[in-house]
């Protein structure tokens, strides 16, 4: 597995969600994405995992053991998403994209390869989950 490729795959996604969140308002982060999701969740969404994919990868960097993951988050962010500040929330987002691209960038091959065979490459390889996300917001934004 290639780190320089992830590395730039994940600068691209960031960067697309970067100029995406420069063109939104207030008012746009409130438009639906549909099933219960509104761009500003979408982009909360965005921004909890890539953090939270920091934190893990620090932890891997540091010698320890990539940290479980509770399958009830999404279904948690969805019930405090509400108090994310409308004007800040896409910032949050590119805030933590940057911050994970940066992790990734300290990760050794070894640690890269760990990852990927223990199933666990969607950690440092953002770009298909961000893309998924930009598109939908794209496609609501037009």
Do not use: C
């Amino acid at each position: 597995m290639a780190t320089n490729n992830i590395a730039a795959d994940n600068s691209d996604s960031t960067e697309r969600l970067s100029a995406l969140v420069a063109r939104l308002g207030a008012e746009d982060v409130k438009r639906p994405l549909g099933g219960g999701w509104t761009i500003g969740f979408a982009l909360a969404h965005l921004a909890f995992w890539d953090a939270r994919q920091v934190a893990a990868l620090e932890r891997v960097a540091s010698g320890e053991p990539f940290p479980s993951e509770d399958l009830a988050t999404n279904a948690a962010l969805e019930a405090i998403a509400d108090a994310f500040s409308p004007d800040t929330i896409g910032r949050a987002a590119v805030d933590a994209a940057r911050q994970l691209d940066a992790v990734v960038e300290t990760l050794t091959p070894d640690q890269v390869g760990a990852l990927a065979g223990s199933g666990k490459s969607y950690a440092i390889q953002r770009a298909p989950h961000r893309e998924e996300h930009i598109r939908q917001i794209e496609d609501a934004f037009g």
